[in-house]
């Protein structure tokens, strides 16, 4: 049996304390397989960011654990966690987070300067992926003069040029018009192609629905419904 890249089991989270303890989420059990995409939708405070935080090493879970290639999270220490979070997990994010006074370039190094690369290596890497996202063009371009579309793809690359396990995305497309938010999904979809790596895209956007291999439902911090997507939802990339 081939061993999910990404697993979150039995994982509880209680947020708060007295009157204000929330369970924000409830015995979650979750596998990323890789090779695939996978959606995790439900409304707003159903607990979808704070599992994907959890998974994302950065956030400690009350009770359970997290697992990647079979190994646990459990006891590491913090500068362990970090490491660990840096050599299996890439990170997407809503706002992009690229630094204003860097390239589009020296955004994407940045992910590779924080593993002590040499500067050689690392504009190698960092230019290879962003050809990779559509982006050669660009690369000595500044966010600013870079589209919403475009700064998207330089935080995919950003999240890919370490070669991650596991690629996290929260609300890749929630401040992208539609065509750039399909363009941006295509672009995740082509990615969970390789066997090596899953990507877990955290949205309430239904207009992405056919870019997913699975599809979890999460409400009151429990999952719903883990299904296969099937029929019109799934379009081939």
Do not use: W
Not at 50 to 58: A, D, H, Q, V, W
Not at 97 to 107: G, K, R, V
Not at 128 to 140: F, Y
Not at 182 to 188: E, F, K
């Amino acid at each position: 049996m081939t061993v999910p890249v990404l697993e979150a089991i039995d994982v509880g989270e209680v947020l708060g304390t007295g009157a204000g303890r929330v369970q924000a989420l409830s015995a979650v059990n979750l596998a990323v397989a890789g090779g695939e995409l996978t959606l995790l939708m439900g409304p707003s405070g159903s607990g979808k960011t704070t599992l994907l935080s959890i998974l994302g090493c950065m956030l400690t879970p009350t009770s359970g654990t997290v697992r990647i290639h079979g190994q646990s999270t459990a006891g590491m220490k913090p500068g362990a966690l970090a490491k660990f979070r840096r050599d299996y997990i890439g990170f997407v994010f809503q706002s992009y987070h690229l630094f204003p006074t860097l390239t589009a370039i020296d955004n994407v190094r940045i992910a590779l300067d924080i593993r002590g690369e040499s500067a050689e290596l690392s504009t190698k890497n960092a230019a290879k992926v962003l050809a990779i996202v559509g982006l050669a063009g660009k690369m000595d371009s500044y966010p600013r003069e870079l589209s919403g579309g475009e700064q998207q793809r330089v935080a995919i690359a950003r999240a890919l040029v370490g070669d991650p396990s596991v690629v996290l995305a929260d609300e890749p497309t929630a401040a992208l018009d539609a065509e750039n938010g399909r363009a941006v999904m295509a672009l995740l979809a082509q990615i969970a192609r390789d066997s090596r790596r899953g990507v877990l895209v955290v949205t309430h956007d239904p207009r992405i629905l056919e870019f997913a291999d699975r599809i979890v439902r999460i409400e009151d911090g429990r999952i719903i419904s883990d299904r296969r997507a099937v029929g019109s939802e799934k379009i081939a990339v």
